[in-house]
C-alpha cells in the first residue's frame, strides 16, 4: 500500500529565502507525482505534475524535482513571499493514471514578512 | 478558478437531517473524486467514478451515498451522520489515464454535524 511522507510538517522562513520542501512515498511504481497548495479552509490548487519519466517541472518561482528509485520528490521556492504561505501537499498516482491519488499530511508553511 | 465548483461551501446540520453536496466540472474530464479531509489526517479517498461508473469505494459507512449522473456532476448524499463526520469534503477531476492525469479540486464544503 502506498504511504506518503512529508517532512517537515511545519516551517517557518523570513521573507527571500529560498526553501525545500520534502515527499518520500514508498512504492517507487508511480505513475506520476503532483504538488498542490491549500490555504486555510479552501480546496486545493494545483502547483506542478511530474510524470513518472520527468526528473523536474517549473512554474515560476517553483522547482520539482522527482527521484523515482528513491522514492523522493522535492519542491523548491525561490526568493519566499508571505503570499506563498499555505499548506503544501504532495500527492502520487500509482501505476496507471485511472488511479486515485494518495496524499501526504502537508507542510504548514509560514513565511514572515 | 479551477473549473470544479462545489456546493453548498458549509453546511450545519443534525444527526437526523438528510442533506447532499454537489460537484460540477467544466474540464471534460472523465474521472471523479470525493475525499474527506479531517484536521490532523492526510486527504482520504471517498468513492472514484469513472466514466460516470463507480470504481472504488474505499470502505465508506453506508451513511454516505455517491451518485454521478454524467461526467460533470458528482453528488454525495448525506444521512443520519456522525460528528465525526464533520470534515472539509473535496470533490477532485481528472482525465482518466492518459498522459496527463492531472488532478484539479473544488474549493470543498465545510461540514459541521451537530
Known amino acids: 500500500k502506498q504511504e506518503v511522507t512529508q517532512i517537515p510538517a511545519a516551517l517557518s522562513v523570513p521573507e527571500g529565502e529560498n526553501l525545500v520542501l520534502n515527499c518520500s512515498f514508498t512504492?517507487?511504481?508511480?505513475?506520476?507525482l503532483q504538488w498542490f497548495r491549500q490555504d486555510p479552509g479552501k480546496g486545493l490548487t494545483s502547483l506542478l505534475l511530474i510524470q513518472s519519466s520527468q526528473r523536474e517541472q517549473t512554474s515560476g518561482r517553483l522547482n520539482a524535482s522527482l527521484d523515482k528509485s528513491s522514492g523522493r520528490s522535492t519542491l523548491y521556492i525561490a526568493a519566499s513571499q508571505p503570499g506563498d504561505s499555505a499548506t503544501y501537499l504532495c500527492a502520487v498516482r500509482t501505476n496507471s493514471g485511472n488511479t486515485p491519488l494518495v496524499f501526504g499530511k502537508g507542510t504548514r508553511l509560514s513565511v514572515i514578512a | 478558478e479551477t473549473g470544479v465548483t462545489q456546493t453548498p461551501r458549509h453546511l450545519v446540520m443534525g444527526m437526523t437531517n438528510k442533506k447532499s453536496l454537489k460537484c460540477e466540472q467544466h474540464l471534460g474530464h472523465n474521472a471523479m473524486y470525493w475525499y474527506k479531509q479531517s484536521a490532523k489526517k492526510p486527504l482520504e479517498l471517498m468513492f472514484v467514478?469513472?466514466?460516470?461508473?463507480?470504481?472504488e469505494n474505499n470502505s465508506v459507512p453506508s451513511r454516505f451515498s455517491p451518485e454521478c449522473p454524467n461526467s460533470s456532476h458528482l453528488f454525495l448524499h448525506l444521512h443520519t451522520l456522525q460528528p465525526e463526520d464533520s470534515a472539509l469534503y473535496l470533490c477532485?477531476?481528472?482525465?482518466?489515464?492518459?498522459?496527463?492525469?492531472?488532478?484539479?479540486f473544488g474549493q470543498g464544503t465545510r461540514l459541521t454535524v451537530v
Open positions: 512504492d517507487s511504481a508511480i505513475y506520476n
Open positions: 477532485a477531476s481528472s482525465h482518466a489515464g492518459g498522459v496527463r492525469s492531472e488532478a484539479f
Open positions: 467514478y469513472n466514466f460516470k461508473e463507480q470504481t
